[in-house]
């Protein structure tokens, strides 16, 4: 039996902190904030904008990638930054 995709699962949004899924071992997936979404015509995010921190040459980058080369680690109602303000 094939599953299928009968519930809705949560959009990435703008300030979720998220991991790359890169080709080194999972123990060194970079982490990143997510700054930019784009949606499709039907309102469903299939990439992000991240910033994330060159920790070799000590800037900051900015990527884009697919959802599927992203995994979730907090949700942007979590996480408060002191340049944010309050809720």
């Not at 992000?48 to 995994?71: A, F, G």
């Given at each position: 039996?094939?599953q299928?995709w009968?519930t809705?699962?949560?959009?990435?949004?703008i300030?979720?902190?998220v991991l790359?899924k890169?080709?080194?071992?999972?123990?060194m997936w970079p982490?990143?904030?997510i700054i930019?979404?784009?949606?499709?015509?039907?309102?469903v995010v299939?990439?992000?904008?991240?910033?994330?921190w060159?920790?070799?040459?000590?800037?900051?980058?900015?990527?884009?990638?697919?959802?599927s080369k992203i995994?979730?680690?907090v949700e942007?109602?979590?996480?408060?930054f002191?340049?944010e303000g309050?809720?």
């Amino acid at each position: 039996m094939r599953q299928k995709w009968n519930t809705q699962k949560r959009n990435f949004e703008i300030g979720d902190v998220v991991l790359l899924k890169e080709d080194v071992g999972r123990n060194m997936w970079p982490m990143a904030k997510i700054i930019e979404i784009e949606p499709d015509s039907n309102g469903v995010v299939r990439g992000v904008k991240l910033k994330l921190w060159d920790t070799q040459s000590s800037t900051e980058k900015v990527l884009r990638r697919p959802i599927s080369k992203i995994v979730l680690l907090v949700e942007n109602t979590l996480v408060r930054f002191p340049d944010e303000g309050s809720l």
